[in-house]
């Protein structure tokens, strides 16, 4: 299968820095080793990420940073020394620069694959003319005869990450494992009360299982040991990740002597004792203290949070951040928070399907210091604990450098005469639904579900408003949102914050919270955020994987049945204007009528949202994949609405982090990078004490022949000897 421009990293790829260098200057010394340390926390935590991408990803993390540990320039000048031209460099720097952003050779955004540009003979070549390659020889021959031939391969399972039998490739399961075999297991952690967050899952032989829980020591937990389940046995073991851990929990207890309060300190010390030894129970105690915590001027979260990476849905990313708060910024999220309870009654469900208590969140805007996984989103709304949310809140922030800028030249699918005022707009739509998405969207809602044995949290009499009969669906008492809907659970969530946003924006109350003395500019403002949905919606067709008829990323799918809805609105609400442009190339502009938003727009969202949430209330998931999937299919006029998408694509951004650099005067600077390949790849490398990361190196090797792609015959054979069960243990 020939290669595509789609396939790489291209070489004009734009990249953004988050800037923190004004905020982290307002920090007092004592706030700068608090963020230093549980910074270095976080980084050290996410060369997890990596493994948690594909089998290949962490040998080449170990690679890059090893490659160019010398300096780029100096590196570069030995490659065009022996041969290498100046356009084959910059495919390496695009290359090696998306690796380190992504964690790994997957996107983190879509999880697709993406391929070197240049060959692999070059590649080798400028291997072997490092300096690392004198000091390394055997154990850099060693990665690259291990992945020189699966970071080039693009046809299936290689394109996308899911499970070996079903066309893509996980690292969060062995290769051997398929779909059915991990429901199975997750069924057992169910039962057994194991969180999947923080865990691996190897199949050692048939019916033989080895469920690995990341921690920095093995032992205590009372699970820890051989179960027997069903017809299957599985083997629960902590010590996963033990490298990674145990250097997380030291720069936490360097950390927990900078704290600013109580809060803070219980914080930390409950973050050492879950990774001490894995228990998500300490993690869920983390997050309490974490919640009471208001209003901190340093802004922190750490642990295996986001699902959207595993194809069950289930076992979570690490991430890890460190940032500083907007001041100006977090004062209009306070207001808005002070008005949470009169915008929740505005929301078309009755009470019965809302909390009973609004536990209004502590709301920050924050500038990122630090944000240690594969990609740093615009807001967050933590934590994801079905029973903390619901009984004792949560927090929300919002990332206002992460926010991307769009210009003249990666504006697409715009009508010119809008592209001036787009621009314009862009970052205050953005965050006003943000705001909107994380506070109200995410924060609104009540599960209908079985507190204890036998008692349910809502009247046996209520009815179904969508049937009028009454209610025979509900979140059993081992249940949650997350395990009950699965991988499906980050679409629809998604899905139904974004609508949340998109409702609420056509009132004026959030208006004059967020833009207050900016009256004139409100209808333009809530307009673009609209009309940005359906840009989103467009661009986010080449997420869409036409053979599998399946999309690929959680966000974008959401945006795309929002486009759908008002698209089935009719009364020419959304419609799409074909041309061609000056390259006499098929073109196509979203166009949104703005004398219609607030009706035929309101009526169709309203009534879309009220069903969203109902499904998702009631935990009816046969319904709301019904629902769902309508709205979810690309026709026939949407397809070429989609060739012309990929036409037109542009590369997504990548980004690069700043460095916080300790002084032995235990002064903390902050450190920043061009906005390029090179800037990426240089923080990087000055981001880790190692050159050469040896601990990361072995055990990668120890683990690789579990992850390593395997042969589709596999699921179809049986196996005809029966061989002496043993257990390959991992490095340590």
Not at 202 to 217: F, P, T
Not at 330 to 346: C, D, G, M, R, T
Not at 505 to 530: H, N, T
Request: net charge neutral.
């Amino acid at each position: 299968m020939a290669a595509s421009s789609n396939d790489y990293i291209p070489v004009h790829t734009n990249v953004s820095y988050l800037d923190c260098a004004d905020a982290w200057k307002l920090l007092t010394p004592k706030e700068q080793l608090y963020a230093y340390y549980f910074g270095k926390a976080s980084w050290e935590g996410a060369k997890i990420c990596t493994f948690q991408r594909s089998y290949e990803s962490p040998g080449l993390h170990v690679l890059f940073r090893a490659l160019f540990s010398e300096g780029i320039e100096k590196l570069r000048e030995k490659a065009k020394a022996n041969g290498v031209t100046d356009l084959e460099w910059r495919q390496l720097l695009a290359y090696s620069a998306g690796v380190l952003q992504n964690c790994g050779n997957y996107k983190s955004f879509g999880d697709k694959k993406f391929i070197p540009e240049l060959s692999a003979e070059k590649f080798l070549a400028i291997i072997k003319v490092s300096t690392s390659f004198e000091h390394n020889k055997e154990s850099l021959l060693d990665i690259w005869e291990e992945i020189k031939d699966v970071i080039y391969r693009k046809d299936p399972p290689y394109k996308i990450l899911g499970f070996r039998n079903e066309n893509g490739l996980t690292s969060y399961y062995s290769s051997n494992i398929a779909r059915v075999e991990a429901e199975i297991v997750k069924e057992f952690q169910e039962e057994a009360h194991i969180s999947p967050l923080n865990t691996r899952l190897i199949k050692l032989y048939d019916k033989l299982y080895w469920l690995r829980i990341a921690s920095a020591q093995k032992g205590e937990l009372p699970y820890i040991k051989s179960h027997k389940w069903k017809d299957v046995e599985i083997i629960v073991e902590n010590g996963e990740f033990a490298p990674f851990m145990k250097k997380t929990v030291d720069n936490l207890k360097l950390c927990e002597k900078y704290v600013a309060n109580e809060n803070q300190h219980n914080m930390i010390r409950a973050y050492i004792d879950h990774f001490q030894f894995g228990d998500i129970e300490k993690h869920k105690d983390s997050q309490r203290h974490w919640i009471r915590d208001v209003n901190p001027t340093v802004e922190t979260v750490i642990g295996f949070t986001e699902t959207m990476v595993d194809p069950l849905g289930v076992r979570a990313e690490f991430e890890g951040f460190v940032a500083v708060v907007n001041k100006e910024e977090s004062k209009k999220l306070s207001n808005l928070v002070s008005a949470a309870n009169e915008l929740i009654q505005k929301l078309p469900w009755s009470k019965e399907f809302e909390k009973d208590v609004f536990k209004k969140p502590d709301f920050t805007s924050l500038e990122v210091a630090s944000f240690a996984s594969s990609e740093t989103p615009l807001g967050i709304c933590l934590p994801n604990y079905d029973e903390i949310r619901q009984h004792f809140g949560y927090k929300n922030v919002n990332l206002s450098n992460s926010y991307p800028i769009p210009s003249l030249e990666t504006t697409r699918f715009v009508d010119p005469a809008d592209i001036p005022n787009y621009i314009k707009y862009f970052k205050d739509s953005e965050f006003l639904l943000v705001a909107l998405h994380e506070l109200l969207g995410h924060g609104s809602g009540k599960l209908l579900q079985e507190e204890s044995e036998g008692k349910l949290n809502f009247p046996t009499d209520l009815k179904n408003p969508l049937t009028g009969e009454p209610i025979t669906t509900y979140y059993k008492l081992k249940e949650t949102y997350e395990s009950k809907f699965g991988h499906f659970h980050s679409a629809y969530e998604e899905c139904r914050a974004d609508t949340v946003a998109y409702y609420l924006s056509c009132f004026d109350e959030p208006m004059k919270i967020l833009f207050a003395g900016r009256e004139s500019e409100w209808e333009d403002i809530v307009y673009y955020a609209w009309h940005g949905m359906i840009v989103s919606g467009i661009k986010g067709l080449e997420h869409y994987n036409v053979e599998e008829k399946k999309w690929m990323q959680a966000h974008v799918n959401a945006a795309y049945v929002i486009m759908k809805v008002l698209l089935e609105a009719g009364n020419d609400l959304v419609t799409f204007a074909f041309s061609k442009n000056a390259a006499g190339e098929d073109y196509v502009v979203g166009k949104l009528d703005k004398t219609k938003l607030k009706t035929v727009g309101k009526k169709a969202i309203t009534d879309f949202l009220h069903k969203l949430h109902i499904y998702k209330a009631i935990g009816d998931l046969e319904g709301a994949k019904k629902f769902f999937e309508h709205y979810s299919v690309v026709d026939d006029n949407l397809l070429k609405i989609r060739a012309i998408t990929m036409q037109h694509k542009m590369p997504r951004r990548l980004e690069v982090q700043g460095n916080l650099y300790l002084k032995k005067t235990d002064e903390v600077t902050y450190i920043g990078y061009d906005k390029s390949f090179e800037g990426i790849i240089k923080s990087f490398v000055e981001r880790f004490e190692e050159a050469f990361d040896t601990e990361m190196y072995l055990y990668w090797k120890a683990q690789r022949h579990f992850f390593k792609p395997i042969q589709p015959s596999y699921y179809h054979t049986k196996k005809k000897t029966k061989k002496k069960k043993k257990k390959v243990l991992c490095v340590d």
